[in-house]
């Protein structure tokens, strides 16, 4: 079983767009994160949500909102997509505040036209 | 603020050659320490952490790191290296008790064979 799972793999769009990508975690994990991964591999957090709640908020334009139905899931979703938002977006989830590491999803690489 | 330096971008290795990947931290309290690996096309993976205890730490495929407090790093090794260890590194730390962690740049590893 996929622990944490991202739709769709692949997403490609023209400027100016709204989209969405989702992400489900089965793990029971308390703590999600959306991360950008850029062309050269640098690993940006943008947002992390604790139990449904924001808990840290990168700079980030206020295109990107991510939303938490509940504690298994965090959606992020994109409005009016510009070039520089090509990228793959990872989600994580992180279950032990002590001990644990997080797992990440398979990615969602965008290309934005 | 807390940052983490990989000090190596690129290295490029033959089969059977050692490798040394350096990660330096700047927080000076309590830390976990992580190295995630990603494979081309793929998403990151726990390859090993440490919390406590023995600063030896050894991970899956061969991997070992070496805490060393004194010196802020945390330096991941293997003796002999693979054509299939080619991927991208990233060293990770978070402070105790936050949700966070703040990742290293990567460092991209080609094994040729």
């Known amino acids: 079983d996929t622990a944490v799972s991202q739709t769709p793999k692949y997403l490609v769009t023209q400027m100016g767009n709204d989209k969405s990508i989702k992400c489900e975690q089965n793990?029971?994990?308390?703590?999600m994160y959306w991360y950008k991964q850029d062309s050269k591999k640098f690993l940006k957090i943008m947002f992390s949500?604790?139990?449904?709640?924001?808990?840290i908020n990168e700079t980030v334009p206020n295109r990107f909102s991510p939303k938490s139905p509940d504690k298994a899931h965090l959606n992020l979703h994109i409005n009016s997509l510009e070039l520089g938002d090509s990228a793959v977006y990872f989600c994580?989830?992180?279950?032990?505040?002590?001990?644990?590491?997080?797992?990440f999803g398979p990615g969602t690489r965008l290309t934005v036209l | 603020a807390q940052s983490v330096s990989q000090h190596n971008h690129h290295v490029i290795l033959s089969e059977a050659a050692s490798l040394e990947l350096g990660c330096n931290y700047s927080?000076?309290?309590?830390?976990?320490l992580f190295w995630y690996v990603q494979y081309p096309g793929q998403h990151l993976q726990l390859l090993l952490k440490?919390?406590?205890?023995?600063?030896l730490v050894k991970g899956i495929k061969g991997f070992e790191a070496e805490f060393i407090k004194s010196k802020f790093s945390f330096n991941l090794r293997k003796p002999s290296v693979q054509w299939s260890d080619t991927a991208e590194y990233f060293c990770?730390?978070?402070?105790?008790?936050?949700?966070?962690?703040?990742f290293g740049r990567g460092t991209s590893l080609i094994v040729h064979p």
């Open positions: 793990l029971g994990h308390d703590t």
């Open positions: 994580a989830s992180f279950g032990d505040r002590g001990s644990g590491e997080q797992f």
């Open positions: 949500y604790n139990n449904k709640e924001l808990i």
């Open positions: 927080y000076g309290g309590t830390v976990n």
């Open positions: 440490y919390f406590s205890g023995d600063p």
């Open positions: 990770a730390v978070r402070r105790g008790g936050s949700y966070i962690p703040t």
